[in-house]
């Protein structure tokens, strides 16, 4: 296999890591907010509906 390809498929690979990476990380975010109590929520700015609303979004959605 030529570099230029192999230098196409490993810039794939990575991108593919960054986005599960992300993925992976939103999810997490979304359930921990699930967890904080109304004083925490109130401390970053949200309500408990606004943690819901977030929660409840896919993972793949900003």
């Known amino acids: 296999m030529e570099l230029a390809k192999q230098l196409r498929m ?7 890591m ?21 004083r925490l ?3 970053i700015g949200i309500c408990r509906a606004d ?5 409840r979004k896919p993972f793949w959605l900003k």
Do not use: V
Request: proline share 0%.
């Open 10 to 16: 490993a810039r794939k690979r990575r991108s593919f």
């Open 41 to 43: 929520l109130k401390d």
């Open 18 to 38: 960054a986005l599960a990476r992300l993925w992976y990380q939103r999810g997490q975010q979304r359930r921990q907010l699930l967890e904080l109590d109304d």
């Open 51 to 55: 943690a819901l609303r977030e929660a």
